[in-house]
């Protein structure tokens, strides 16, 4: 059996230290001390966020920094202290104002402490020892060493397991220990490590170590957003058992180390990431009810016209168009115009909402080009009634019922203005109630998205990028259901949807409006010519992609479109020169990203000169790759999706699945006022933009990144770039999540790892 840090509490808990939470080997002769200062009691449904009370036990970190404070029983004193603290709970004061930010007289935040003991010696195996520290520990705690029983934080694995057919199956073994720096392994090059049986206990494979990285490798660009560019700042060794297939449960053992917790080996072991992600899209779904057998993180619907109270009449159709906005989120200087153009109530629901920004936006149709792609990538790995959503039941496979949920909207949308003689064939792709008022509502206080019904909600005029966008994606539906050889559940006709779409906005895009819609026409054009094999639409993406090269990177939404365009049959392509360029620049894209997992020492991939921010360093964003794979089935470009799946379900340096509800450590406080104002709690599946990098010293207030800044030691700019995530879920930036730049292709490259689906 696994001891995980075995505490036996020998004495009585004081309220005057903070709680111990564990104590573990980091390695044999190095014993970390995890400590907890207390928690923060959020507010709640109904008041203002401000009402928060944080509840604190606070260390006296000059006692335990001291060597003499620690005993360890039988080993006298540690040669050395090493010590990190960061925040880990944040309350949302603001008292005062004063030297350019807010100051607070009661405790605003609560940290995490981390003592290392340097022991001198190792511990050997089966060694126990009695942990005391008065006045710094509630407890003594014992603790039993063991290279193959106890669980190191710097033993990095998957935390739910590899597929046997990945190329490359690693383990590492780092550490960084604050003002100690980073983990000595050079002593550790070539050391056994082993494979066990987590049943039985065997030994399944053994192998031994390998340096990996250094301290000072670069993984970035931008070389001063983490120390020497690197977001370890320690070195690496690695553990290879790419050679081993037996499935079953196991756990990674070094020997002077320690070992890892548990993960399976499975040719399906990504199917509960992927299902956990796809779930997180359902989870965030506008204008219907989450309700058993569905879920049991349960919500009335918001903002349906029909069924939520208090909302009957206030969603306005105005012919005022998002893309003559001076600003396509919210601005006062709109509001004229979109009054003007108001029309009168329209009965339409069914967009996605994000974290406490419930609106639908047009870059919501990624969500629909990220499933569409990975099935089209994979279209055995995906069946029906996985997903445990209301259209299990129809036959497709759910991945499909997903991506047809925001084009669904669309077609609402569409047939009910043409229904009322306000629109003539186009849809605007902006829902919100920014124009007029807050999401707060009158009183300033917290409340759920299905109670936001005091004020007025907009939906944009028809404008040709939102149906271009929309047309796209009907077209590349239209496409998968043939692929899967089905037809649409509800009768809708999707290719005629998009004919009729795309000749629409061809139409009537005015002047100035072309330089502002190219990404989506590029889409529509490239999924379009995918289903029909019509010149007008490859013609139409010859044109607009003229700019697009052998060496052009394709890192945006202006990927999806020559995919689609590239992964229809043969007969439906007949411009080589157009193929040889869109299909030379996506690899090129994805080559780029498989030479930044060569780089980087935990080898995941995506853009090297991606800034450390909007989830970098949670979400994996590597669509070129999984595109270029889907084209040539390279298996250099599988393995960069393996290595980088590695690294966002556990490998990085917090040991953390970057989803919510998912893997052993995931992010427990996330801004998604919904999960705020629920008994339920926290949704499952949410992917937070999470670490971001330093913009200044200290932010002004609990809801900036920078705020937490001042609540770590050492100082920040000494922190490695991918510790930086602090659990502060009144920060927007740093907590948030949006359903297409974090889930979507969070649910997508997992669904591509999955194995073939049960049917």
Not at 22 to 29: E, F, N, P, T
Not at 61 to 71: D, F, G, K, N, Y
Not at 120 to 148: C, E, H, M
Not at 679 to 690: A, E, F, H, S
Request: charged share 20%; aromatic share 10%; hydrophobic share 40%.
């Amino acid at each position: 059996m696994i001891q995980v840090a075995t505490l036996l509490l020998l004495t009585g808990i004081s309220y005057q230290t903070p709680n111990l939470v564990s104590v573990r080997a980091i390695r044999s002769d190095i014993l970390e001390v995890h400590l907890s200062e207390g928690h923060v009691e959020h507010h709640t449904i109904g008041h203002k966020r401000t009402d928060e009370k944080v509840i604190i036990a606070p260390l006296d970190v000059s006692r335990a920094s001291r060597i003499e404070t620690w005993t360890i029983g039988g080993l006298g004193h540690p040669v050395r202290i090493g010590r990190k603290s960061k925040g880990t709970d944040f309350a949302w004061y603001a008292d005062r104002w004063a030297n350019g930010h807010f100051e607070n007289d009661r405790p605003d935040h609560v940290k995490d402490h981390w003592i290392y003991l340097f022991l001198g010696k190792p511990l050997r195996n089966g060694q126990a020892v009695t942990i005391d520290a008065p006045g710094a520990l509630a407890t003594t705690a014992r603790f039993t060493y063991s290279d193959s029983d106890s669980i190191s934080e710097a033993v990095h694995v998957n935390l739910l397991g590899y597929a046997p057919s990945a190329p490359k199956k690693l383990g590492y073994v780092y550490a960084w220990l604050g003002d100690a720096g980073g983990m000595n392994v050079s002593d550790r090059i070539g050391h056994p490590f082993k494979l066990i049986d987590a049943k039985t206990g065997a030994i399944a494979l053994k192998g031994l170590t390998a340096f990996r990285s250094n301290a000072i490798n670069a993984e970035t660009q931008h070389v001063n957003e983490t120390p020497n560019g690197s977001f370890l700042a320690t070195d690496v060794l690695e553990c290879d058992f790419s050679t081993f297939q037996k499935s079953g449960t196991y756990r990674l053992a070094v020997d002077g180390v320690g070992c890892s917790t548990t993960f399976r080996i499975d040719s399906d072991v990504y199917r509960e990431a992927f299902r956990t992600a796809t779930r997180g899209l359902y989870h965030n779904r506008s204008g219907i009810a989450l309700t058993k057998p569905y879920t049991t993180f349960e919500r009335p619907a918001p903002h349906n016209p029909q069924i939520t109270p208090g909302f009957s009449g206030k969603l306005q159709y105005t012919s005022s168009r998002m893309i003559d906005w001076k600003n396509w989120e919210a601005s006062a200087d709109d509001v004229p115009a979109i009054k003007a153009g108001f029309k009168g109530p329209i009965d339409v629901w069914g967009w996605y909402q994000d974290a406490g920004d419930w609106d639908g936006y047009y870059t919501h149709i990624q969500i629909a080009q990220e499933l569409l792609l990975a099935y089209q990538v994979a279209p055995a790995n995906f069946a029906a009634h996985e997903l445990n959503i209301p259209e299990s039941s129809n036959g497709l496979p759910d991945i499909l019922n997903e991506a047809a949920w925001l084009p669904r909207y669309g077609y609402r949308l569409r047939h009910a203005l043409m229904d009322k003689k306000w629109g003539t064939g186009g849809i605007g792709l902006r829902a919100c109630g920014d124009h007029f008022g807050s999401d707060t509502g009158p009183a300033d206080v917290g409340r759920g998205s299905w109670q936001d019904v005091d004020r007025t909600w907009i939906v944009s005029g028809e404008d040709p990028l939102s149906t271009y966008q929309y047309a796209g994606a009907a077209a590349q539906l239209a496409r998968c259901l043939e692929i899967a050889h089905a037809k649409d559940p509800k009768g809708v006709d999707w290719r005629r949807e998009a004919i009729e779409s795309w000749a629409w906005a061809k139409v009537n895009t005015r002047a100035g409006d072309e330089p502002k819609l190219i990404k989506e026409r590029i889409y529509a054009a490239g999924a379009l010519s995918a289903l029909t094999g019509e010149s007008e639409y490859e013609a139409q993406l010859d044109h607009d992609t003229q700019t697009i090269g052998a060496n052009s990177e394709l890192w945006d939404a202006t990927l999806f479109g020559p995919t689609a365009y590239l992964m229809a049959p043969a007969s439906h392509r007949k411009k080589a020169d157009l193929e040889m360029r869109l299909r030379a620049a996506i690899l090129h894209t994805a080559e780029l990203g498989v030479t930044s997992a060569d780089k980087r020492a935990l080898r995941w991939g995506g853009s090297f000169g991606m800034p450390m921010l909007v989830g970098q360093q949670t979400t994996p964003m590597i669509e070129p790759i999984i595109a270029a794979y889907g084209l040539t089935k390279d298996e250099r470009l599988r393995s960069v999706m393996f290595t980088t799946a590695d690294y966002f379900l556990g490998t990085n340096p917090l040991n953390m699945t970057w989803v919510t509800g998912l893997g052993q450590r995931n992010p427990l406080h996330v801004f998604h006022m919904d999960s705020w104002y629920r008994p339920t709690g926290l949704n499952p599946g949410i992917v937070p933009y999470g670490i971001w990098r330093k913009d200044q010293e200290q932010g002004p207030g609990p809801w900036d990144h920078d705020w937490a800044n001042k609540s770590v030691y050492p100082k920040i700019d000494v922190w490695p770039g991918a510790e930086r995530w602090f659990s502060n879920q009144c920060s927007p930036m740093a907590s948030e999540f949006t359903v297409w730049q974090n889930i979507a292709p969070t649910a997508a490259l997992y669904g591509v790892l999955c194995g073939a689906a049960k049917k």
